[in-house]
């Protein structure tokens, strides 16, 4: 599935959150959206989603606008999304939940499934357990379940491994970028981890003030600003 | 000591629908219970049986508040739990939002209800299924009102965010006085008469005390509640497929709850 994002914008009351960003993502290209806080990120994110409407502008989903209700919930079948501040029902099991997601979801083979993902992110031990007493951790290995129970096509990844120790985040980071290989899932990655986004992205967004301000490949970025890495290069960038 | 009053000072400030809550509760009560006062020093032997027939009202009028709140607390469980973006992020329809929510409200409802209507047979020798068939016209008629206000208080919190949550306890009490429940409409003044006749709710109460004082059924007035059950309703699903596109348009659907 690819991602166009045409002439949009976004403005709440008198704040232009987001100005006239165009892109396209190809199918199973891994792309890095960066910025500093407050520069789009999330809102771009949103839209694509269908969640915010924009004021101008669209979104096409393999070349469908998703503002049409019933291709949005047709297209958002092969979508899912993980995000920092958007939490699973806490007083349910980890296997109420993804039990919950996959009927969502309409997936077939369910039990079989969820039997999959609980071993590949080793969710086995705690199944039974209540997602709000499991570590922040392991909250994000079930959130990461639940982003791909679905088998998404299309993977919205909102600063995914924000607040993780070093350990869980690159155990996160390993099973994304072998699930994105295996089965040429098109990912838009929203981060603030300029080590991730090097690792796993075929391509770089840099947004400030609502603006895509550069793009290019990490190692483009990085020599076209006379830098060593990408954190100098972002650095560099947001600070001009 | 007083920095920490300072903190909910400010809060209380800096909000009118806080301000609000402070004044409505024991606003709602007063006029609630000034009717009822004046209902029974004025006619004092209308009801032979006295508690049967309050019994019956207060069974009737908690189960159109509990399908109200259950409706809210579905979503408001939703919104507590930082659920609420994954499930409009699901491929989901609007109609089937508004379906599941009010299916799973008339479970929550009756698991409540059940054992209440069960109880007070043995505890207060009154049975609510002494009103016969048309009973059953009048539940479904108090679960369409109940869901018709669940769904304006969720298109508020869809539309304003949690801010709105207080609405959603408040809403029913404010309808209590009006809606006739334990004394007849003829104790309102002409005013407030008028008003309440545009409810559902005093046709159903004022059936119910017809079926239960004179065991008299008179469907017209079961079918007045249905009517405007029904007219209420659909505008209430047209406000909340608004508040949706309007929550789209401002942006609170994305990160809701906090």
């Known amino acids: 599935m690819t991602i166009e994002i045409k002439n949009l914008n976004k403005q709440y009351n008198n704040i232009l959150a987001v100005k006239n960003i165009n892109f396209k993502i190809n199918k199973g290209s891994i792309v890095g959206l960066l910025g500093p806080n407050g520069c789009g990120k999330t809102t771009t994110i949103g839209m694509i989603l269908g969640l915010i409407k924009p004021t101008s502008g669209s979104v096409y989903v393999n070349g469908q606008n998703i503002e049409n209700e019933s291709i949005r919930t047709k297209i958002l079948e092969k979508v899912n999304f993980i995000s920092p501040y958007v939490e699973l029902p806490k007083k ?18 369910l039990k079989e499934k969820i039997s999959d993902l609980m071993n590949e992110l080793n969710l086995y031990d705690f199944k039974k357990r209540k997602t709000g007493e499991l570590s922040s951790g392991q909250k994000n290995r079930v959130s990461l379940a639940k982003a791909l129970i679905n088998d998404p096509e299309i993977l919205l990844l909102d600063e995914p491994t924000a607040s993780l120790d070093p350990d869980v985040g ?35 967004m840099m947004m400030k003030n609502g603006k895509i301000i550069d793009q290019g490949t990490c190692e483009s970025l990085i020599n076209k600003h006379g830098r060593k890495n990408l954190e100098e290069t972002f650095l560099k960038i947001v600070r001009e | 000591m007083f920095a920490l009053s300072l903190r ?8 009118f629908p806080r301000i609000l809550d402070l004044i ?21 032997d209308y009801y032979n049986n006295t508690i049967g027939v309050i019994l019956s009202c ?32 699901a491929p989901l329809k609007i109609s089937e ?17 059940i054992p209440a ?18 009973l059953f016209l009048l539940f479904i008629s108090l679960y369409l009102f109940g869901t018709t206000l669940g769904l304006l208080v969720t298109s508020g919190l ?76 659909i505008s209430a699903i047209i406000i909340f497929y608004l508040a949706f596109y309007g929550a789209r348009k401002k942006g609170t659907l994305v990160n809701m709850g906090e």
Request: with cysteine; aromatic share 16%.
């Open chain 1, 92 to 109: 349910l099991t980890v296997e109420e939940n993804l039990k919950v997601y996959g009927r969502m979801y309409s997936v077939s083979n």
């Open chain 1, 170 to 204: 690159d155990y996160i980071r390993t099973y994304i970028e072998s699930f994105a290989s295996k089965k040429g899932t098109t990912i838009l990655l929203a981060s603030h981890n300029m080590n991730e986004v090097e690792r796993l992205c075929n391509e770089v």
């Open chain 2, 8 to 15: 909910h000072l400010y809060l209380i400030k800096g909000s």
């Open chain 2, 24 to 44: 409505y509760w024991p606003t709602i009560q007063i006029i609630l219970w000034g009717f009822i006062s004046q209902f029974f020093t004025m006619y004092s």
């Open chain 2, 58 to 89: 207060a069974i009737l009028y908690d189960f159109l508040f509990r399908s109200s709140i259950s409706f809210n607390m579905l979503f408001l469980e939703e919104i507590w739990s930082r659920n609420f973006t994954n499930l409009f992020v």
């Open chain 2, 97 to 113: 939002i508004i379906t599941a929510l009010t299916s799973t409200a008339l479970l929550r409802t009756l698991i409540g209800i």
């Open chain 2, 117 to 134: 209507i069960i109880l007070m047979n043995p505890l207060f020798g009154v049975s609510l299924l002494k009103m016969g068939p048309p």
């Open chain 2, 158 to 233: 869809l539309r304003y965010g949690p801010a709105f949550e207080n609405t959603a306890w408040s809403s029913l009490f404010l309808l209590a006085p009006l809606g006739c429940v334990y004394y007849p409409l003829s104790i309102l003044p002409e005013w407030l008469q008028i008003l309440a006749k545009g409810l559902p709710l005093v046709y159903i109460f004022e059936e119910a005390r017809s079926i239960l004082v004179n065991n008299v059924v008179n469907y017209s007035n079961i079918m007045t509640a249905l009517m405007l059950n029904l007219i209420y309703f």
